[in-house]
């Protein structure tokens, strides 16, 4: 598999179109597939139809037609067979204009305008106004052996209050605002429209998740293949997330962004296992431990080690 094939079908190669104008998603998904299997200058891609049927997920007739579709469009084309099937070559020269991703940009900030403005709308209709509603003092509204508050400046409700013949108030005397909230805010970090609260700061509209970023089969191939195990990519998938999430930077090709920090964290760990003395311990899930966390994983091999031997004796 080469990278330079596999980037260039994923960001670099020219976006077919579908009849309607809209972006051919499934020959670029064959090409994609089709790529991995390509040289580093494109050529040699001699996948049989079957194996991009498994990794499309497509029916053989749709693979087909997509191949078809990526050749008429220039950015396959064939050189040869082998064992029946066809050798294609990607043309790595081609390369998608930058008016793509303004575009993109332009309609994404045109949703978001009209979503502020939906908002909007929404909270002016939620908001009743009634000329009709008198405020009442108090002090108009309380006769002889009603009990007075300090702290009540108006009455905000009031209902029938019936006296009994030993001049005590019925039990549905009027209510104050000196009364406290009978239900308190069930969190402390609820929204201020009283939604769910959501990640809070940058990350909420971070520009790696407004770009649609997203961990590919591909991707995670690249790293296993090149790193092998050592690397927990799940877990350095989430590092990245949170890291680009909280300083809301932007980067033009985040899958590049992405290889970087993989390569970055490889590097680090093989360093880290050369030192002297270091204490580094691989799991089994790719994930790497170090420094006190190592020291527990090793105690805790010994302790099973020993075990194992015991019960072997017995």
Excluded: C
């Excluded at 579908?18 to 499934?26: H, I, L, N, S, V």
């Excluded at 590092?239 to 490889?266: C, M, P, S, V």
């Excluded at 966390?293 to 072997?312: C, H, I």
Aim: glycine share 8%; net charge positive.
């Amino acid at each position: 598999m080469s990278h330079e094939a596999v980037k260039w079908a994923m960001d670099d190669a020219p976006m077919l179109l579908t009849d309607k104008g809209k972006p051919d998603t499934t020959a670029r998904g064959v090409l994609q597939a089709l790529a991995e299997h390509a040289h580093k200058d494109g050529s040699g891609a001699h996948p049989s139809v079957l194996r991009l049927q498994y990794r499309t997920g497509y029916d053989r007739r749709t693979v087909q037609r997509a191949l078809r579709r990526n050749e008429a469009g220039g950015l396959i084309a064939a050189t040869g067979e082998t064992n029946g099937r066809t050798i294609w070559k990607l043309a790595l020269h081609l390369k998608r204009p930058a008016s793509d991703w303004a575009e993109l940009e332009r309609a994404e900030e045109g949703e978001r305008q009209a979503a502020a403005e939906r908002k909007r709308r929404s909270r002016s209709k939620a908001v009743t106004h009634s000329p009709s509603v008198t405020v009442t003092d108090s002090a108009s509204v309380t006769e002889g052996g009603v009990t007075h508050s300090a702290s009540v400046g108006h009455a905000l409700e009031m209902r029938d209050v019936t006296h009994s013949a030993s001049g005590r108030h019925a039990l549905n005397a009027a209510l104050t605002i000196s009364q406290p909230s009978v239900e308190p805010p069930t969190t402390s970090g609820a929204d201020v429209d009283g939604g769910p609260a959501g990640r809070s700061g940058l990350a909420q509209n971070a520009p790696i998740d407004d770009d649609g970023f997203a961990l590919t089969d591909s991707m995670r191939r690249w790293a296993l293949n090149t790193f092998g195990p050592a690397i927990d990519i799940d877990h350095e998938t989430a590092l990245f997330l949170d890291h680009y999430r909280a300083n809301g930077a932007r980067r033009t090709n985040w899958a590049a962004e992405w290889q970087k920090w993989i390569r970055r964290q490889a590097k680090w760990t093989a360093e880290r296992a050369a030192r002297p003395g270091s204490n580094v311990v691989h799991l089994p899930t790719g994930r790497t431990l170090t420094g006190t966390d190592a020291r527990v994983a090793g105690w805790a091999a010994l302790t099973a080690e020993l075990e194992a031997k015991e019960n072997q004796q017995r």
